[in-house]
């Protein structure tokens, strides 16, 4: 079986989860390993560039077969919480914030270090994270034909990736999102995943000292103050879809070429958040 496949079962937010309920999971892993159909999965690979397209298929084999196990053995003892639940208000609200790609300086043209942030009429992007890939011609060299880019906000000068992971999106919901925590916003990445394939939001506590909170789902994922109005805004985009086919178009076009999002705090909230933690940096990973 494909290593990335495994890669992908091993990291599910499903098995982790068992795993930090001190839960054995080798039995479910095998009885996943075992269920895997090798031709379902053959339709979403794409062997000429070596890229694996989206698909959920197995994050559908891992739910199913985790929920099976649990309900089989530990039925009166375990339930799917925190984040062993799906996301879905994240899910609708992220879905509604889809847009075109904003006119940023792509992955492959970025460079590593501490900048001033963009700024976007009345807004500041705050973070982004965003993957490029390049389709190579053929004969050329493979090298230098992807990269990602991870910038944000740091509470000082100091060179470390400012996307921190912080998985459990239902915490946005209740204006606790990285809470505790000495970091400005916090990164989620789901892979393959039925939910948000990227998650960059405020940590709670900075959201409440600018008097901002979360509004409803159904209006994207944003912020609003107490006159209603969007002034930290999440946003997504997934543009230039090639396909595994020899000319990269059709109907399997599927793997993006440009897939991210960012954060972006309006200009006069941002001046408000530099008061707060004035040692604030602004830093550019390239992965």
């Not at 079986?1 to 091993?10: C, G, P, R, T």
């Not at 309900?71 to 339930?79: A, F, K």
């Not at 925190?82 to 609708?92: E, F, L, P, Q, W």
């Not at 793997?255 to 999002?261: A, F, N, P, Y």
Request: proline share 3%; glycine share 6%.
């Amino acid at each position: 079986m494909n290593s990335n496949i495994i890669n992908v079962m091993n990291n599910s937010k499903f098995i982790n989860y068992l795993s930090s309920l001190g839960v054995g999971v080798d039995d479910v892993k095998n009885v996943i390993i075992q269920n895997f159909n090798e031709d379902e999965i053959e339709h979403f690979i794409n062997r000429s560039n070596g890229m694996l397209s989206p698909n959920t298929y197995i994050y559908d084999l891992v739910f199913k077969h985790v929920n099976e196990f649990l309900y089989q053995r530990y039925r009166e003892s375990v339930i799917f919480e925190g984040d062993g639940k799906i996301d879905v208000r994240t899910m609708i609200a992220t879905s509604n914030s889809l847009i075109n790609r904003p006119n940023l300086v792509k992955p492959l043209d970025k460079s590593t270090g501490f900048s001033a942030p963009d700024e976007l009429n009345d807004f500041v992007v705050i973070a982004r994270f965003e993957r490029q890939f390049e389709a190579r011609e053929y004969g050329s060299n493979t090298r230098g034909n992807r990269a990602v880019v991870c910038e944000g906000c740091l509470p000082m000068k100091i060179k470390m990736n400012p996307l921190k992971s912080f998985p459990c999106t239902q915490d946005i919901w209740k204006d606790e999102y990285c809470y505790g925590t000495p970091i400005i916003q916090g990164f989620c990445f789901n892979e393959n995943s039925l939910e948000a394939a990227q998650v960059i939001w405020m940590n709670g506590e900075l959201l409440s000292i600018l008097g901002l909170s979360v509004d409803n789902h159904d209006n994207g994922l944003r912020a609003i103050n107490e006159n209603g109005e969007a002034v930290l805004i999440y946003r997504y985009w997934r543009e230039s879809l090639i396909g595994k086919g020899a000319s990269f178009v059709g109907l399997d076009s599927n793997i993006s070429k440009l897939e991210g999002c960012d954060l972006i705090l309006r200009k006069d909230f941002y001046e408000k958040l530099r008061a707060i933690i004035p040692n604030m940096a602004f830093y550019t990973e390239i992965i």
